[in-house]
């Protein structure tokens, strides 16, 4: 029921300006927004300041799309 922020491509790697494919089961949930990694360690990283991940990602991933 929740469709994937960023094309389904790793929300790290988008911050990170990086399109990369994720594990299914390495996701978070925020504020109703489906959030996939890349895999576990990606997904520690993330843990660590996920708000501040996703202001990157919203501010890189159009760029990303356009390369």
């Keep these: 029921s ?7 491509y790793c929300a790290y790697g988008v911050a990170q300006d990086n399109l990369v494919k994720i ?6 949930v925020i504020d109703g ?6 895999d576990a360690e990606v997904q520690r990283l993330w843990s660590k300041d ?3 991940f996703i202001r990157q990602a919203d501010a ?3 760029s990303l799309l356009k390369q």
């Design 33 to 38: 927004k489906l959030y996939l990694n890349y």
């Design 23 to 28: 594990e299914p089961d390495k996701f978070s």
């Design 50 to 52: 996920p708000a501040g």
């Design 60 to 62: 890189k991933f159009q």
């Design 2 to 8: 929740y469709a994937p922020q960023y094309g389904g």
